[in-house]
């Protein structure tokens, strides 16, 4: 954060969060046993500070394009994820489910509920 600061610009200018060496993301913390999680999120829910992680950091690895007549939802495939998407597939969790609290917190509940819908009726 010293070197790129507390964000950088990212595809389309959006601001992001820097990550280190082009992995991690600079407010990533490690437990122990060497497990990731965020910083911003863990002190959010401790009450250290009074806003949440960047919603595209809580939708991750789920990213959105706005159009001109269409907001594109996709999941953004990655190597450091590989670990998270076989376990997902084990116990048949998608990607959506996954990602529940902020498909709600960015498009609201009647959205996900519509996708849930939609997704029983498809898959």
């Known amino acids: 954060m010293e070197k790129q600061g507390v964000f950088v610009k990212?595809?389309?200018?959006?601001l992001e969060t820097p990550l280190i060496n082009r992995k991690e993301c600079a407010f990533t913390v490690f437990s122990?046993?060497?497990?990731a999680s965020c910083g911003i999120e863990k002190a959010y829910n401790?009450?250290?500070i009074d806003f949440q992680k960047p919603i595209s950091c809580h939708l991750y690895p789920v990213r959105i394009n706005e159009y001109d007549?269409?907001?594109a939802i996709n999941y953004h495939s990655w190597s450091i994820c590989s670990d998270a998407c076989k376990l997902g597939k084990s116990l048949k969790i998608p990607v959506y489910k996954f990602?529940?609290?902020a498909l709600i917190r960015k498009f609201g509940i009647s959205w996900f509920n519509s996708l849930e819908?939609?997704?029983k009726n498809t898959f």
């Open 117 to 119: 819908r939609i997704s």
């Open 10 to 14: 990212g595809y389309n200018d959006e």
């Open 99 to 101: 990602v529940k609290k």
């Open 69 to 71: 007549q269409i907001t």
């Open 32 to 35: 122990k046993d060497g497990i």
């Open 46 to 48: 401790k009450g250290v």
